[in-house]
Protein backbone atom coordinates (compact mmCIF):
# COMPACT_ATOMS: atom_id res chain seq x y z
CA UNK A 1 0.00 0.00 0.00
CA UNK A 2 1.58 3.61 -0.96
CA UNK A 3 2.40 5.78 1.83
CA UNK A 4 0.43 8.74 2.15
CA UNK A 5 0.77 12.04 0.42
CA UNK A 6 2.52 15.03 1.88
CA UNK A 7 3.17 18.25 1.58
CA UNK A 8 6.50 20.06 3.42
CA UNK A 9 7.02 23.77 3.03
CA UNK A 10 10.19 25.00 4.20
CA UNK A 11 11.84 21.89 3.22
CA UNK A 12 15.06 22.56 1.92
CA UNK A 13 17.28 22.98 5.22
CA UNK A 14 16.25 22.91 9.49
CA UNK A 15 13.31 21.33 10.50
CA UNK A 16 11.66 21.46 7.43
CA UNK A 17 14.51 19.19 5.95
CA UNK A 18 14.08 16.98 9.22
CA UNK A 19 10.78 16.46 8.34
CA UNK A 20 11.10 15.28 4.90
CA UNK A 21 13.56 13.40 6.25
CA UNK A 22 10.95 12.02 8.64
CA UNK A 23 8.46 10.96 6.46
CA UNK A 24 10.51 9.61 3.99
CA UNK A 25 11.50 6.91 6.21
CA UNK A 26 7.85 5.98 6.76
CA UNK A 27 7.72 5.28 3.33
CA UNK A 28 5.28 8.84 2.37
CA UNK A 29 5.28 10.38 -1.01
CA UNK A 30 6.72 14.24 -0.43
CA UNK A 31 6.37 17.11 -2.31
CA UNK A 32 9.15 19.62 -1.46
CA UNK A 33 8.65 23.06 -1.58
CA UNK A 34 10.87 26.00 -0.62
CA UNK A 35 12.59 29.38 -2.28
CA UNK A 36 15.82 27.50 -1.90
CA UNK A 37 16.24 25.19 -4.76
CA UNK A 38 19.48 23.80 -4.87
CA UNK A 39 19.33 22.30 -1.35
CA UNK A 40 15.58 21.17 -1.92
CA UNK A 41 16.51 19.77 -5.57
CA UNK A 42 19.69 18.17 -3.62
CA UNK A 43 17.41 17.27 -0.68
CA UNK A 44 14.50 15.25 -2.99
CA UNK A 45 17.21 13.56 -4.76
CA UNK A 46 18.93 12.49 -1.51
CA UNK A 47 15.32 10.97 -0.41
CA UNK A 48 14.99 9.33 -3.72
CA UNK A 49 18.58 7.99 -4.13
CA UNK A 50 17.42 5.95 -0.30
CA UNK A 51 14.37 4.20 -2.28
CA UNK A 52 11.67 6.78 -1.61
CA UNK A 53 9.57 9.35 -3.41
CA UNK A 54 10.25 12.88 -3.48
CA UNK A 55 9.21 15.74 -5.81
CA UNK A 56 10.77 19.52 -5.53
CA UNK A 57 8.68 22.25 -6.01
CA UNK A 58 10.43 26.04 -6.32
CA UNK A 59 8.07 27.82 -4.65
CA UNK A 60 7.02 30.69 -2.32
CA UNK A 61 3.92 30.28 -0.24
CA UNK A 62 3.37 34.22 0.22
CA UNK A 63 2.30 33.66 -3.56
CA UNK A 64 -1.11 32.48 -4.17
CA UNK A 65 -0.18 30.73 -7.72
CA UNK A 66 2.85 29.17 -6.11
CA UNK A 67 0.55 27.67 -3.76
CA UNK A 68 -1.56 26.79 -6.58
CA UNK A 69 1.04 24.59 -7.93
CA UNK A 70 2.24 23.28 -4.93
CA UNK A 71 -1.07 21.59 -4.85
CA UNK A 72 -1.15 20.84 -8.99
CA UNK A 73 1.97 19.11 -8.60
CA UNK A 74 0.98 16.84 -5.74
CA UNK A 75 -2.43 15.72 -7.35
CA UNK A 76 -0.21 15.31 -10.82
CA UNK A 77 2.41 13.17 -8.75
CA UNK A 78 0.27 11.40 -5.98
CA UNK A 79 -3.38 12.14 -6.97
CA UNK A 80 -4.49 13.25 -3.37
CA UNK A 81 -3.11 15.02 -0.42
CA UNK A 82 -3.01 13.23 2.53
CA UNK A 83 -0.49 15.74 4.88
CA UNK A 84 0.52 19.19 4.60
CA UNK A 85 3.28 20.30 7.12
CA UNK A 86 3.61 24.15 6.55
CA UNK A 87 6.91 24.42 7.78
CA UNK A 88 7.78 28.18 6.37
CA UNK A 89 8.67 30.41 8.79
CA UNK A 90 10.80 33.78 8.73
CA UNK A 91 11.99 35.74 11.55
CA UNK A 92 12.35 39.02 11.96
CA UNK A 93 13.99 41.35 14.82
CA UNK A 94 14.43 45.35 14.61
CA UNK A 95 13.47 47.37 18.16
CA UNK A 96 9.80 48.40 17.83
CA UNK A 97 9.79 51.93 17.04
CA UNK A 98 12.09 51.34 14.32
CA UNK A 99 9.78 48.75 12.29
CA UNK A 100 8.70 50.16 9.43
CA UNK A 101 5.18 49.30 7.88
CA UNK A 102 7.03 47.84 4.83
CA UNK A 103 8.85 45.69 7.38
CA UNK A 104 5.59 44.76 9.33
CA UNK A 105 4.17 44.08 6.19
CA UNK A 106 6.94 41.64 4.79
CA UNK A 107 6.45 39.89 7.99
CA UNK A 108 2.67 39.15 8.02
CA UNK A 109 3.58 38.23 4.06
CA UNK A 110 6.63 35.66 4.88
CA UNK A 111 4.30 34.59 7.83
CA UNK A 112 0.70 34.78 8.09
CA UNK A 113 -0.47 35.35 4.17
CA UNK A 114 1.94 32.12 3.20
CA UNK A 115 0.11 29.96 6.31
CA UNK A 116 -3.47 30.82 5.47
CA UNK A 117 -3.41 30.55 1.70
CA UNK A 118 -1.16 26.73 2.26
CA UNK A 119 -4.17 25.83 4.32
CA UNK A 120 -7.18 27.62 2.54
CA UNK A 121 -5.50 25.59 -0.40
CA UNK A 122 -4.99 22.45 1.39
CA UNK A 123 -8.30 22.41 3.28
CA UNK A 124 -10.13 22.61 0.32
CA UNK A 125 -8.56 19.60 -1.41
CA UNK A 126 -9.25 17.41 1.66
CA UNK A 127 -13.12 18.53 1.76
CA UNK A 128 -13.34 17.78 -1.96
CA UNK A 129 -11.64 14.19 -1.40
CA UNK A 130 -14.01 13.93 1.30
CA UNK A 131 -17.03 14.33 -0.92
CA UNK A 132 -15.33 11.97 -3.78
CA UNK A 133 -13.48 9.08 -1.64
CA UNK A 134 -15.21 6.11 0.05
CA UNK A 135 -12.17 5.73 2.11
CA UNK A 136 -13.52 6.40 6.08
CA UNK A 137 -10.15 6.53 7.47
CA UNK A 138 -7.10 9.14 6.67
CA UNK A 139 -9.22 12.92 6.35
CA UNK A 140 -6.29 14.57 6.40
CA UNK A 141 -4.02 16.13 8.54
CA UNK A 142 -2.21 19.60 8.90
CA UNK A 143 0.66 20.95 10.90
CA UNK A 144 1.54 24.46 11.30
CA UNK A 145 5.20 25.44 12.69
CA UNK A 146 5.10 28.46 14.55
CA UNK A 147 7.12 29.99 17.58
CA UNK A 148 7.10 29.80 21.45
CA UNK A 149 6.82 34.16 20.92
CA UNK A 150 3.31 33.31 19.59
CA UNK A 151 3.19 33.20 23.64
CA UNK A 152 6.06 34.83 24.73
CA UNK A 153 7.01 38.75 23.71
CA UNK A 154 10.49 40.68 22.90
CA UNK A 155 10.91 44.55 22.60
CA UNK A 156 12.85 43.70 19.51
CA UNK A 157 9.88 41.24 17.99
CA UNK A 158 6.75 42.67 17.53
CA UNK A 159 6.17 41.95 14.16
CA UNK A 160 7.68 38.17 14.36
CA UNK A 161 5.33 38.08 17.31
CA UNK A 162 2.37 39.30 16.00
CA UNK A 163 2.52 36.59 13.37
CA UNK A 164 2.96 33.96 15.69
CA UNK A 165 0.26 34.82 17.83
CA UNK A 166 -2.04 35.01 14.98
CA UNK A 167 -0.43 31.53 13.29
CA UNK A 168 -1.60 30.15 17.19
CA UNK A 169 -5.03 31.56 16.77
CA UNK A 170 -5.34 30.64 12.68
CA UNK A 171 -4.46 26.87 13.03
CA UNK A 172 -7.50 26.52 15.93
CA UNK A 173 -9.92 28.03 13.55
CA UNK A 174 -8.56 26.23 10.70
CA UNK A 175 -9.43 23.07 12.77
CA UNK A 176 -12.81 23.54 13.72
CA UNK A 177 -13.76 24.42 9.66
CA UNK A 178 -12.12 21.10 8.96
CA UNK A 179 -13.61 19.10 12.06
CA UNK A 180 -16.70 18.68 10.37
CA UNK A 181 -15.37 15.69 7.79
CA UNK A 182 -13.10 14.70 10.28
CA UNK A 183 -9.51 16.35 8.89
CA UNK A 184 -7.43 17.89 11.51
CA UNK A 185 -5.16 21.03 12.31
CA UNK A 186 -2.66 20.98 15.17
CA UNK A 187 1.07 23.39 15.29
CA UNK A 188 4.17 22.92 16.96
CA UNK A 189 5.76 25.33 18.85
CA UNK A 190 9.70 25.59 18.79
CA UNK A 191 12.18 27.46 20.83
CA UNK A 192 15.89 27.24 20.77
CA UNK A 193 15.92 24.94 18.32
CA UNK A 194 19.68 24.11 16.36
CA UNK A 195 19.02 24.84 12.53
CA UNK A 196 16.61 28.53 14.13
CA UNK A 197 19.90 30.22 15.26
CA UNK A 198 21.23 33.33 13.81
CA UNK A 199 24.94 32.68 15.67
CA UNK A 200 27.04 31.67 18.85
CA UNK A 201 26.28 34.55 21.02
CA UNK A 202 22.41 34.16 20.62
CA UNK A 203 22.54 30.26 20.88
CA UNK A 204 24.49 30.66 24.05
CA UNK A 205 21.69 33.13 25.42
CA UNK A 206 18.99 30.64 24.52
CA UNK A 207 20.42 27.70 26.12
CA UNK A 208 20.48 29.70 29.52
CA UNK A 209 17.30 30.14 29.30
CA UNK A 210 16.07 26.48 28.54
CA UNK A 211 15.40 24.62 31.55
CA UNK A 212 16.79 21.16 29.95
CA UNK A 213 20.33 23.05 29.44
CA UNK A 214 20.78 22.64 25.74
CA UNK A 215 19.15 23.53 22.44
CA UNK A 216 17.17 21.20 20.48
CA UNK A 217 17.92 19.40 17.37
CA UNK A 218 15.49 19.64 13.97
CA UNK A 219 14.76 16.35 14.10
CA UNK A 220 13.21 16.22 17.73
CA UNK A 221 10.59 18.97 16.21
CA UNK A 222 10.05 16.68 13.04
CA UNK A 223 9.41 13.32 15.77
CA UNK A 224 6.59 15.48 17.37
CA UNK A 225 5.13 17.28 14.14
CA UNK A 226 4.96 12.79 12.58
CA UNK A 227 3.09 12.19 15.37
CA UNK A 228 0.92 15.29 14.81
CA UNK A 229 0.24 14.23 11.56
CA UNK A 230 -0.04 10.64 12.03
CA UNK A 231 -3.17 8.41 13.24
CA UNK A 232 -1.84 8.51 16.63
CA UNK A 233 -3.21 11.65 16.82
CA UNK A 234 -6.56 11.16 15.40
CA UNK A 235 -8.43 12.65 18.12
CA UNK A 236 -5.71 15.22 18.32
CA UNK A 237 -6.94 18.54 17.19
CA UNK A 238 -6.57 22.54 17.54
CA UNK A 239 -3.74 22.29 19.58
CA UNK A 240 -0.39 23.71 20.23
CA UNK A 241 2.60 21.29 20.92
CA UNK A 242 5.76 23.03 22.39
CA UNK A 243 8.89 21.69 21.77
CA UNK A 244 10.75 24.00 23.81
CA UNK A 245 13.22 22.88 26.50
CA UNK A 246 11.09 23.41 28.73
CA UNK A 247 11.10 27.61 27.84
CA UNK A 248 7.62 28.10 28.59
CA UNK A 249 7.30 27.01 31.93
CA UNK A 250 10.27 28.67 33.32
CA UNK A 251 8.71 31.93 32.20
CA UNK A 252 9.53 31.85 28.23
CA UNK A 253 13.32 32.54 28.33
CA UNK A 254 13.11 36.22 26.99
CA UNK A 255 15.50 36.50 24.01
CA UNK A 256 17.62 39.22 24.83
CA UNK A 257 20.04 40.96 22.36
CA UNK A 258 22.99 43.41 22.25
CA UNK A 259 22.12 47.02 21.34
Do not use: W
Not at 24 to 39: C, H, I, Q
Not at 226 to 255: E, N, P
Request: charged share 25%.
Amino acid sequence: MPGRSVIITGAAEGVGAACARRFAAAGDRLVLADTEEERGRALAQEIVQKGGEAVFVLADVANRLHVHNIVAEALDAYGRIDVLCQMAIEDYSAPFLETSEEDFERVVSANLRSAFLINQAIARQFIRQSQNSEEKGQRGAIVNLISVEAVTAAPDHVAFAATQGGLNQMTKAVALALSGIGARANAVGIGAIKSELPDDAERKLLKESVPLKRVGDPEEVAETVFFLASSAASYITGQCVYVDGGRLISGGGDRKRAE
